[in-house]
């Protein structure tokens, strides 16, 4: 468990390396992110470093939201995230974690919103075969069978049917940081990650089986 | 704080050639392309039609094509790939479309272009 970071999602270009491969890289604008609350066992139950991401104007936040982050003499902003920790006593309030966190070559996670798709059929949620679009066909983007009949009489629970599909959150695991870039607080990733330009997203160091 | 089209490029700008000719669909030209040979650096040119030309900033791509005995060869150039070392106009050529992909049909004097001259080298 470490701290990682808030950020925006910029969009996808590529990059040359060394070698002159061309590198599809996504840009995210990360940080600075404030400490606005330490948790500790003693007082929480639990340990943790609370952080908050993206200024916003004084009257977009109420007055708690606004007397919560005046304890750590920060700025109003949008969001607040938790990360839990072993010891979260290395962090004071109102310590600001930058992208500098983060160097070049690491592998890191991305955890964010998928696009929303709607109410979506069968074929796009769960990716079912279709049926003949023509020779006398109607049977086109239909399910076909949910079960057997009278035995058991119902539909199981978990059959896949259409639905909502998308916004929810995902994590794309073991990405690889091409370049920081500490003056503009941006983190080139190679590879996509999820959401539309101008998402909420958060990059925290990769979770590894075996590793702590 | 958003202004996320300019710092891609802004990004993009950073790796961007700036010395590139002109290149119009239907020129030929010689694209002279790094390669590594035995820890060896050498650049080798490469002759062709121009037959497409693809994308936009810095993933802008020309196709080229050209008949080595006998036998059509295309390659896709990145034209801001470090690994194109120069990209020379040698002939202008004269093209109604956008995509030459009807010159893969024709063989022999078919594919000739007519050159035209008032687009300067």
């Known amino acids: 468990m470490s701290v990682g970071i808030l950020g925006t999602k910029l969009g996808m270009t590529q990059v040359f390396d060394e070698t002159g491969k061309a590198i599809p890289v996504t840009v ?23 952080v908050a991401y993206g200024e916003v104007k004084q009257k977009a936040l109420n007055k708690p939201e606004l007397g919560h982050l005046a304890k750590s003499n920060c700025a109003p902003m949008r969001h607040l995230h938790e990360y839990r920790l072993e010891n979260p006593s290395e962090f004071q309030l109102g310590q600001q974690i930058k992208v500098d966190a983060f160097s070049t070559g690491q592998t890191i996670d991305v955890i964010g919103t998928s696009i929303g798709r709607g109410f979506a059929g069968y074929q796009k949620r769960h990716n079912f075969k279709r049926g003949p679009m023509s020779h006398g066909s109607k049977n086109h983007r239909a ?9 058991p009489g119902r539909v199981y629970p978990g059959k896949r ?52 | 704080m958003l202004h996320a089209q300019e710092i891609i490029r802004s990004i993009e700008a950073e790796q961007m050639k700036s010395d590139l000719p002109i290149i119009y669909v239907g020129d030929t030209v010689k694209v002279g392309v790094i390669i590594q040979e035995g820890g060896k650096e050498r650049t080798q040119p490469y002759e062709g039609v121009v037959i497409a030309k693809r994308g936009s900033g810095i993933n802008q791509n020309l196709t080229v094509r050209k008949v080595f005995q006998g036998i059509g060869v295309e390659r896709v150039f990145p034209i801001h790939s470090p690994q194109i070392e120069n990209i020379k106009v040698l002939r202008r050529g004269k093209a109604r479309r956008a995509k030459l992909y009807y010159l893969r049909d024709r063989i022999g004097k078919a594919t000739r272009l007519k050159q035209r001259f008032d687009r300067a080298l």
């Open chain 1, 161 to 212: 049917m259409a639905g909502r599909l998308g916004g929810s959150q995902v994590t794309i695991r073991k990405l690889t940081v091409i370049r920081v870039d500490s003056e503009r607080n941006l983190i080139l990733i190679k590879g996509a990650i999820p959401g539309k330009p101008g998402a909420l997203v958060n990059v925290v160091p990769a979770t590894i089986v075996g590793h702590k």
């Open chain 1, 28 to 50: 995210i604008q990360a940080g600075p992110c404030i400490v606005t609350q330490v948790k500790t066992i003693q007082t929480d139950g639990y340990s943790a470093v609370q």
């Open chain 1, 143 to 151: 399910p076909g069978s949910t079960g057997a009949g009278t035995t």
